[in-house]
């Protein structure tokens, strides 16, 4: 049964998330159009960005209003390690530019529109008429200053199914 929690936590989700290399083999750098970049691409609730750049730049996701002054003041996320990779987890509009002085002027900036895909998302369910299961936490408890985490199971069959759980 814990063989069947992982498969369906860890295995599937994987399956279906793409990672995005923003720029393709250009990186995030100046003299790229990430408009274009973005153009016929479908971001998913799952996917990843991967920021490939320099040490002159850097990734910085800000507010619509700051993407759009080319704003470094006020960050909702700095990176600097010349290789970011942004989880996609929430659907609506996320903004990234460059932090260094200018750059963001120079077409380092980036909007990407994450959807929520209900058939893509569906992708990560069982599609027969087997079991589902999923795993959900339950309360931490604390032992000797180590944290640890208790998991309860529930199983619940596919729609149309027939399976008996066991």
């Not at 339950?138 to 985490?149: F, M």
């Amino acid at each position: 049964m814990l063989l069947a929690v992982l498969l369906v936590a860890v295995v599937l989700p994987a399956s279906t998330a793409t990672d995005y290399t923003v720029g393709e083999s250009s990186g995030w750098t100046i003299g790229v159009d990430y408009s274009a970049w973005t153009e016929g691409k479908t971001f998913h609730i799952g996917d990843t960005l991967s920021f490939q750049y320099n040490p002159v730049h850097s990734v910085m996701e800000v507010s619509a209003a700051d993407h759009g002054a080319c704003s470094t003041s006020n960050p909702l996320g700095w990176y600097t390690d010349q290789s970011t990779t942004i989880q996609l987890t929430d659907p609506g509009t996320r903004y990234f530019i460059c932090g260094t002085s200018g750059h963001c002027g120079f077409g380092m900036n980036l909007a990407v529109t994450v959807v929520f895909d209900d058939s893509r998302s569906s992708a990560t369910r069982a599609t027969s008429s087997s079991t589902v299961m999923s795993a959900k936490p339950s309360k931490s408890t604390r032992n000797d200053d180590v944290a640890t985490s208790a998991a309860t199971t529930t199983a619940t069959a596919a729609p149309g199914s027939s399976s008996k759980l066991t």
